[in-house]
Antibody, heavy 114, light 110 residues
Framework: QLVESGGGVVQPGRSLRLSCAAS????????MSWVRQAPGKGLECVAL????????FYAESVKGRFTVSRDNLKNTLFLQMHSLRVEDTAVYYC?????????WGQGTLVTVSS | QSALAQPPSVSGTPGQRVTISCSGS????????VNWFQQFPGAAPKPLIH???VRSPGVSDRFSGSKSGTSASLAISGLQSEDEGDYYC???????????FGGGTRLTVL
């Protein structure tokens, strides 16, 4: 199971940190992803972190502003978001794996608005 | 614009068979496996197919996936009203060194 938290309403230019608490599987052995969905739009993987934290992937749209990290002892995935833009408004999902996305959280809504 | 191209919408009548296409390139579908997801309004995506054709646990055998070259397809047979929703394909992209999704296809059961 994956449970996201940390979403909310934030002004442009501000920061927000999302968390994803994992349970029911060996978190430390899986790559983990953040996938977002803007209102009425499709899915976009914005960040991916491999199981040992050695490698990361970021979508061009968030590169340099978002940072993905994990705490394998606390079974938690994080997404630190800086310099937020209106176009970052979306539901952010935490998903297991880098390929099959076989487990998803319920999502947390981030709204960037002045 | 999404890296993988899907038709915006498809429709069918109950009992009919429909297919949803997903077109990519040699750097994604042509080199890697394809996954499919189903999403209903207000809900998280649900995995349907991984590894081109392997159904996820609990998924009806009315759903099947295939891949040929740089394109993939999701077929739904015996269409039911509860199949109405959005469907997305995804694949790893070797050039981007990351995953890419299709833009999604809205399935309407008439």
């Amino acid at each position: 199971q994956l449970v996201e938290s940390g979403g909310g309403v934030v002004q442009p230019g501000r920061s927000l940190r999302l968390s994803c608490a994992a349970s029911g599987f060996t978190f430390s052995t899986y790559a983990m992803s953040w996938v977002r969905q803007a209102p009425g739009k499709g899915l976009e993987c914005v960040a991916l972190l491999w199981s040992d934290g050695s490698e990361r992937f970021y979508a061009e749209s968030v590169k340099g502003r978002f940072t993905v990290s994990r705490d394998n002892l606390k079974n938690t995935l994080f997404l630190q978001m800086h310099s937020l833009r209106v176009e970052d408004t979306a539901v952010y999902y935490c998903a297991r794996d880098a390929y099959a996305y076989d487990v998803w959280g319920q999502g947390t809504l981030v709204t960037v608005s002045s | 614009q999404s890296a993988l191209a899907q038709p915006p919408s498809v429709s069918g009548t109950p009992g009919q068979r429909v297919t949803i296409s997903c077109s990519g390139s040699t750097s994604n579908i042509g080199s890697n496996t394809v996954n499919w997801f189903q999403q209903f309004p207000g809900a998280a995506p649900k995995p349907l197919i991984h590894g081109n054709h392997v159904r996820s646990p609990g998924v009806s055998d009315r759903f099947s996936g295939s891949k040929s070259g740089t394109s993939a397809s999701l077929a739904i047979s015996g269409l039911q009203s509860e199949d109405e929703g959005d469907y997305y394909c995804s694949a790893w992209d070797d050039s981007l060194e990351g995953p890419v999704f299709g833009g999604g296809t809205r399935l309407t059961v008439l």
